[in-house]
């Protein structure tokens, strides 16, 4: 019985890039000149001092005709209406949830905007303001959809259909928003036997999938049924995809079912999942994966 | 650890993964997650090192001075601790709240590192009473990602083989006072004998298995932990003299817990015995990326990688 240890040194770091053009955009850096002011428009992420437009957030530039913006590189979520996030139950305060999301503010989950479990019939009662521990407590993770924006930036959710709600067992990985690649569906079940939700906001939840959906079942029978503990060819598979997933993250390589499940193809040859936290092994997922989307981009 | 909430139904996974011997990401009950390490970063210090693990980030600085030995230890030198917890790591640290986590891990490694079985303080003596030099370790906690008493203790061990001290070159005696006069080269100094210096283990304690290397997720399931000071093994650190010495048992210099649970005498005595295996491995594995390093740089070296990716 030995443990496994390496320690790696500094020079002899990888570097996990695997764009396959040599040419990099321009970076710009907070407070670095755009341009002069002549008859350029002032976008997200600029600011003018001088007479000149610089940039306040540290990224590439994008131009439209007139419009300058500055995409920054890493930044929290901005949310749009409709976007599929995952989140975590912070509070439960007066009908409603505060829910973390990974934007700059807090978003909110409204009493009103909910489908109790089991597909029961909310009643507005004093009564249901009082179990709203019960169905959400802090904690705990949900998937949900962006209902809308308000003025200052702060998102209100809403969970009202059967796909959103109170996530089983599983795991959670925090990957950039931007590499969230945005798509009609977020919600995939992977070949592999195992379903995937990513979140528009960057976290990304792996689970088992259900076999039997028991709508039907009371909320006692779905609490032991989500108890019940995960296989464990499930668990290696989740592990592999959670390794998969933080391999192309290393690379900064954007993530949706066809990346993610090409990257778990390419990674069955390293046949412990533990070979995976290499970062050679990161690399090499990631580049293989590179290679096969590219194959298919051309055809 | 700090401020993390977890869902019972994600603590559920972990446990069962735990009762399971298989990880979320594929490790077994005893396997450490791969590190990163780089020493002499800071050019200005005796001796420094930098120890990444997942994402737990920790620099470590030692700064040699003069100072009179303790009365009781005339011929001991000095070593003291500090450990800063930056709040990059997490908004917790901000102000004076990383305080209590900064105070238990240098009075544990102050402890792990007081017996003269751990690390010889014989070393560090200029003249016996009258002076000895102190070696002060600062621990900076640049990010929180889990496991901080293990990484900072490999951390430490591997500044410590990177100090150098200088030469004294003569001294002066005039009535009681000893005036020293040190080399100015910075080659010509010596190297510490760290070898047997200790390691932490972190045995946290999920179900009724332990575990080595818990991420945050997996330290916040656990309601206690064991920390294990194990001192290491000479024969991994300087190899030209392995054949001279017998391979030492390491031994237990320190044994700390955390959190507010309670382990039955049987797991204890399991937990310490996984402890001496983890220690003995990561012992070698920094034994062997030190000496590979120094290999590399011999003399000057060539620029440091730094933080920069």
Not at chain 1, 31 to 59: N, P, W
Request: aromatic letters at 6%; glycine letters at 8%.
């Amino acid at each position: 019985m030995t443990g496994h240890v390496s320690i790696r040194l500094a020079s002899e770091r990888v570097n996990a890039c695997v764009a396959s053009g040599s040419e990099l955009p321009r970076f710009y850096t907070p407070g670095e000149v755009i341009s002069g002011m002549q008859d350029f428009m002032r976008g997200h992420g600029t600011y003018a001092e001088d007479d000149c437009l610089k940039a306040s957030v540290a990224g590439v530039m994008q131009k439209v005709n007139k419009l300058i913006c500055i995409r920054p590189l890493k930044s929290r979520y901005v949310g749009e209406i409709g976007d599929v996030i995952v989140g975590r139950v912070l509070e439960v305060q007066q009908r409603r949830w505060k829910v973390e999301s990974n934007s700059r503010l807090d978003s909110v989950l409204q009493l009103s905007a909910v489908n109790l479990p089991g597909g029961e019939l909310r009643r507005r009662s004093a009564e249901d303001e009082q179990m709203m521990r019960k169905h959400l407590q802090e904690g705990d993770l949900i998937s949900a959809e962006v209902q809308s924006v308000f003025s200052d930036g702060s998102l209100s959710l809403h969970t009202r259909s059967l796909k959103y709600g109170k996530l089983p067992q599983g795991t959670l990985i925090k990957v950039f928003p931007s590499l969230v690649k945005r798509r009609k569906n977020h919600f995939h079940n992977l070949p592999c036997g195992i379903s995937v939700i990513i979140g528009n906001n960057g976290y990304i939840w792996i689970s088992p999938q259900k076999h039997d959906l028991m709508v039907e079942g009371n909320v006692d029978e779905i609490q032991n049924y989500d108890m019940q503990p995960v296989t464990r060819s499930d668990r290696e598979t989740m592990a592999r995809i959670k390794n998969c997933i933080a391999a192309l993250v290393a690379s900064k390589m954007m993530l949706d079912d066809t990346s993610i499940m090409f990257a778990y193809e390419e990674s069955l040859k390293y046949e412990l999942v533990k070979d995976l936290l290499d970062p050679e092994a990161m690399l090499d997922i990631a580049f293989l994966t590179q290679h096969r989307i590219n194959n298919i981009m051309e055809e | 650890m700090a401020g993390l909430l977890l869902s019972p139904t994600e603590k559920v996974f972990i446990l069962h993964g735990v009762q399971d011997d298989y990880r979320s990401d594929g490790r077994s009950n005893i396997d450490y997650r791969p590190m990163e390490l780089e020493t002499d970063v800071v050019s200005h210090a005796s001796g420094s090192a930098r120890l990444r693990l997942a994402n737990t980030d920790i620099l470590v600085g030692v700064k040699t001075e003069i100072d009179v030995p303790k009365p009781d230890k005339p011929d001991c030198g000095k070593l003291e601790f500090f450990v800063d917890c930056s709040a990059n790591a997490t908004p917790e640290f901000e102000g004076r709240g990383g305080e209590q986590l900064a105070n238990s891990i240098s009075n544990m490694m102050q402890k792990a590192y007081h017996s003269s079985q751990a690390f010889n303080l014989k070393q560090l003596c200029i003249f016996e009473g009258k002076q000895c030099w102190k070696l002060y370790i600062d621990i900076l906690i640049l990010e929180c990602g889990g496991n901080l008493c293990d990484a900072v203790s490999l951390a430490v061990k591997a500044a410590l083989f990177n100090t150098r001290i200088p030469f004294v070159k003569a001294a002066l005696m005039d009535g009681g006072n000893i005036d020293l006069q040190l080399s100015d080269d910075p080659y010509d100094s010596k190297l510490l004998d760290v070898g047997s210096a200790p390691l932490l283990v972190t045995l946290c304690k999920i179900g009724d298995k332990c575990v080595v290397d818990p991420s945050a997720e997996e330290e916040n399931c656990s309601v206690i932990s064991l920390i294990v000071g194990l001192t290491g093994d000479r024969k991994y650190y300087y190899p030209k003299d392995a054949d001279k010495q017998q391979s030492v048992e390491s031994k237990c210099t320190t044994i700390g817990m955390n959190g507010p649970g309670s382990v039955a005498p049987k797991t204890l005595k399991d937990a310490i015995n996984q402890g001496i295996v983890a220690a003995k491995s990561l012992d070698e594995a920094l034994g062997q990326a030190l000496l590979k390093e120094r290999q590399q740089n011999i003399g000057i070296k060539k620029h440091s990688y730094g933080f920069l990716k």
